[in-house]
């Protein structure tokens, strides 16, 4: 079955500062990769997701690039700000395969600071 | 309109006894499932169904049961509750729209076995 590794656990930037969180996947009929943000106490809310027919995606000053022949995938966020403070987890599926469920990494805690 | 709802919220309970968690999406989606969010903040999916097919993670004891009495719904019976089971529960639904991707998750129910 799919494995997905996430790195790091604990990321700590300055506000403003970009940050970065990677992913690889083991299973290469995986082809949907969605990054999730999860808030203190809430539920886990899609920010991105991305294909595995495109290279790179961007939302404003989020952005996901995948490589599928390495098997990695990663999320960039540019002029990090306090409330970009979260648990990221990154995870990944087959879009064709119905009742198969995303395989999360283990998240990333980011803390932006002020 | 939310989504994906459950209940209860929170969820206190002693060693031995049998409790159970609802789930319910108003999507239209064909696919639901439980996942099982640990202290260490791991997201691990506990079952998928889909249309009546069940499909079970292998490491998920018995005494966890769901129950879909139709594609909007799906339950969480557990019995016989042990201390490591306390944890966060959330239900999450996803539909075949141009194939499967974004899924949504209820609120989720935190267990305290006592």
């Known amino acids: 079955g799919e494995n997905v590794e996430q790195h790091p656990s604990t990321l700590s930037v300055q506000e403003g500062d970009s940050a970065v969180i990677k992913c690889t996947y083991s299973d290469s009929a995986s082809n949907y990769f969605p990054w999730y943000k999860q808030e203190l106490g809430k539920r886990p809310q899609l920010i991105i997701d991305?294909?595995?027919?495109?290279g790179e995606k961007k939302d404003q000053r989020i952005a996901v690039t995948l490589n599928k022949t390495a098997k990695h995938f990663s999320l960039h966020i540019t002029e990090t700000q306090p409330e970009d403070s979260a648990v990221y987890f990154c995870a990944a599926s087959n879009r064709g395969q119905a009742g198969t469920a995303l395989i999360f990494g283990k998240g990333t805690t980011l803390s932006v600071s002020s | 309109d939310t989504a994906v709802s459950q209940t209860p919220k929170y969820l206190v309970t002693q060693m031995g006894n049998d409790k159970s968690i609802k789930c319910e999406q108003n999507l239209g989606h064909d696919t639901m499932y439980w996942y099982k969010q640990d202290s260490k903040k791991f997201l691990k999916i506990m079952f998928s169904y889909n249309n009546k097919e069940l499909i079970i993670n292998e490491t998920v004891p018995n005494r966890f049961s769901p129950k879909s009495p139709d594609k909007a719904h799906l339950n969480l019976h557990i019995n016989s509750l042990e201390l490591g089971d306390s944890a966060v529960y959330f239900c999450?639904?996803?539909?075949?729209?141009?194939?499967?991707?974004?899924?949504?998750f209820g609120p989720g129910t935190r267990l305290t076995v006592l």
């Open positions: 999450a639904s996803r539909g075949l729209a141009g194939g499967y991707n974004e899924q949504f």
């Open positions: 991305i294909r595995s027919n495109v």
